[in-house]
């Protein structure tokens, strides 16, 4: 049993990131590692070129988000952490199984659509074949299975449609090269929304530094965003139908249930008849304890780039050890002569 995930590196991290996948990856890393299971979690850094960017910026994400995701509990020693760019690997796979994607196949990609928009003369190869390098991130180690946001799963689809083609035509039935890969698509995580504006997604991208929580802010800046956060008049209602056509109150109540493990109607069943002056700082205060710790650590961490990299060098180690044998059978079965 493995799990395999990757992640674009970004900065400037803020609660719907650690809402939307790294507490995710912290729970499968305790719950899989407790069943003797792997986890391997990387940082997507090879995909990140696929759209104009910058490259000073690339590197400073890719340690960012190490920063964070280990101030977050991912744990170096139970999971493999590592960044693609440092596992050849994972380029060499994707040329290796370019000769089994279909172009029609990758031309149905909802993203490539997306992303490349009327201009697709104009987008990146790269953008192209994405979900190529994307199938080699979890064919290389055998992943038996793959959290991935519901958008991603039309990619995963393609990986499996890899894995079984070239199974088909370069593998045996009963020695297969690869496993095709399960998806995991964790529990609709909530949808963290701006504290300005209930309708938008927090973002970083956001002009407004009042609309996100930073993984970096302390207690006060916490207590005061959360005091000053966009709310309409009425108290809390005490059922769900009552929060329809207030979307901030909406985004505060799935705020407080995702931090409190708990149900949105929960914190109804406890809130109701409250106005915000009550339940703000009591949403405040829940939140200052629980990602406190986590800031501190990230704060610190942050700033040690030789503990990151440290942190990147050993998993990407481990990484290279784990993907050998794959490459390996797989030049091998397309009869590319290796010595
Ligand atoms: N494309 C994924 C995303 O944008 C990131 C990713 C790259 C990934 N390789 C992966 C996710 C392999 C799961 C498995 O979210």
């Known amino acids: 049993m493995r799990i395999v995930s990757g992640i674009q590196p970004t900065g400037n991290l803020h609660l719907g990131n650690y809402l939307g996948a790294i507490r995710n990856w912290v729970r499968m890393q305790d719950e ?9 979690y990387f940082l997507a850094d090879l995909h990140a070129i696929s759209m104009p960017h910058s490259p000073a910026e690339l590197a400073a994400n890719t340690r960012e988000m190490v920063a964070a995701l280990v101030s977050c509990g991912i744990d170096p020693d139970k999971s493999v952490l590592f960044n693609q760019a440092q596992v050849p690997a994972h380029a060499e796979m994707q040329w290796l199984l370019n000769g089994t994607a279909r172009m029609g196949w990758l031309n149905r990609m909802t993203q490539w659509k997306d992303k490349a928009g009327k201009n697709r003369e104009g987008a990146s190869v790269a953008l192209f074949t994405y979900p190529v390098l994307q199938a080699a991130d979890v064919l290389l180690y055998q992943a038996t299975h ?20 070239f199974n088909n035509d370069f593998a045996s039935e009963d020695a297969p090269v ?9 529990p609709e995580a909530a949808r963290i929304m701006s504290l300005r504006d209930g309708s938008a997604k ?97 704060r610190e961490l942050r700033e040690d780039r030789a503990a990151l990299d440290a942190i990147l060098a050993k998993g990407a180690e481990k990484a290279r050890a784990l993907a050998a044998p794959t490459l390996a059978r797989t030049y091998d079965a397309l009869g590319l002569v290796r010595g």
């Open 32 to 40: 899989w590692s407790a069943k003797g299971g792997e986890c391997l």
């Open 146 to 165: 793959v959290p991935v946001g519901e958008d991603q799963k039309q990619h995963l689809e393609l990986a499996r449609d890899v894995a079984q083609k």
């Open 202 to 298: 927090m973002s970083k991208s956001d002009p407004s530094d009042m609309s996100r929580i930073n993984l970096t802010d302390d207690a006060d800046a916490i207590m005061q965003k959360v005091r000053k956060a966009k709310t309409d008049p009425e108290p809390l209602p005490g059922t769900m139908e009552g929060l329809a056509g207030r979307p901030e109150a909406n985004n505060l109540v799935g705020i407080y249930a995702a931090m409190a493990g708990i149900s949105p109607a929960d914190v109804l069943a406890r809130f109701e008849g409250q106005g915000f002056g009550q339940f703000k700082p009591a949403l405040g205060e829940l939140l200052v304890e629980k990602l406190s710790p986590m800031a501190a650590r990230y």
């Open 178 to 186: 690869f496993t095709l890969p399960d998806p995991i698509i964790p």
